[in-house]
């Protein structure tokens, strides 16, 4: 499993600190130095069932700055696709990814019903 974080984000402290209380074994990735290819992307997306917006950390600097709340609804998942591959502070994290399934952000329910 490949645990897909920022480690200056609090939301994935927390995430990290659940999957090691409860001793799941994780591959630990820093999404800003070894961000997102843009086939990665692609295919968690289509591995997820989650619309593509769900990838996008829309809490973030970056995503505010880029306007990308007002531009995302005319671009193509294509082009979305490409722009979250460009940098890791714009794809929502942290990212727990398996062979059946991708979880974006972290919601303890929904990672106990999932991951337990």
Known sequence: MLFINYPKCSTCQKAK???DAHDITYTDRHIVENNPTYEE???WHQRSGLPLKRFF????LLYK???LKE???GMSEEEQLQL???NGMLVKRPLIVREDT??????ES???ETLL
């Not at 950390?57 to 973030?60: C, F, I, K, Q």
């Not at 991708?102 to 919601?107: A, E």
């Open 110 to 112: 929904q990672w106990e």
């Open 57 to 60: 950390n829309t809490s973030g």
């Open 65 to 67: 700055e880029m306007q």
């Open 41 to 43: 992307l692609k295919e």
């Open 102 to 107: 991708v979880l974006t952000g972290f919601k």
């Open 84 to 86: 979250l591959s460009t």
């Open 71 to 73: 531009k995302l609804p």
């Open 17 to 19: 600190k659940w999957l």
